[in-house]
């Protein structure tokens, strides 16, 4: 593995992980009304374009932070709907 995708794969790896103290908050607290449902659409919709993007060049460390974040914001915005 080159520089360029352990710099890519370290980057996506704190990205991603920066989402798990918001789910596991929503999940303890079962409330997500300090989440802004618009925020999450569209940071979402930015993931879901990312993810394909990083499936067009074959970029392993894009496809896999933007999968597995965009994974992790869903089960943020299932939180949601379910704790309104």
Same mark, same amino acid.
């Given at each position: 593995?080159? $520089?360029?995708?352990? +710099?890519? %794969?370290?980057?996506?790896?704190?990205?991603?992980?920066?989402? &798990? @103290?918001?789910?596991?908050?929503?999940?303890?607290?079962?409330?997500?009304?300090?989440?802004?449902?618009?925020?999450?659409?569209? $940071?979402?919709?930015? +993931?879901? %374009?990312?993810?394909?993007?990083?499936?067009?060049?074959?970029? &392993? @460390?894009?496809?896999?932070?933007?999968?597995?974040?965009?994974?992790?914001?869903?089960?943020?915005?299932?939180?949601?709907?379910?704790?309104?």
């Amino acid at each position: 593995m080159d $520089f360029t995708n352990t +710099l890519g %794969l370290v980057a996506g790896t704190l990205t991603t992980i920066a989402f &798990l @103290p918001q789910m596991f908050q929503t999940w303890k607290t079962k409330s997500a009304r300090d989440v802004s449902f618009v925020m999450l659409i569209t $940071f979402m919709c930015g +993931l879901l %374009l990312w993810l394909i993007y990083g499936i067009i060049l074959g970029a &392993l @460390p894009i496809i896999m932070a933007n999968g597995i974040t965009l994974f992790f914001n869903f089960i943020i915005l299932w939180l949601k709907i379910k704790y309104r």
